[in-house]
């Protein structure tokens, strides 16, 4: 099953995600982030932070200022 759901998706899988439909996905998680913890700090990595117009995958992380919380 997962093979055919995988050859079904191929080229959705494949395709690159534009620089401008990575900042709407960086804003809505940031959005949501604030929500649970207002001290989160997001930050989006990967081919978006090296500049590139489109990327594979939407890489972020998020850390937190107080390291035991």
Do not use: W
Not at 5 to 13: S, T
Not at 33 to 61: F, W
């Amino acid at each position: 099953f997962q093979q055919q759901v995988g050859l079904r998706h191929y080229d959705d899988f494949n395709a690159r995600i534009p620089r401008a439909e990575v900042a709407d996905i960086e804003q809505l998680v940031r959005e949501h982030a604030r929500r649970i913890a207002p001290a989160l700090v997001l930050t989006t990595c990967g081919s978006y932070r090296r500049g590139k117009e489109t990327c594979g995958d939407v890489d972020m992380l998020l850390t937190h200022p107080d390291v035991h919380s």
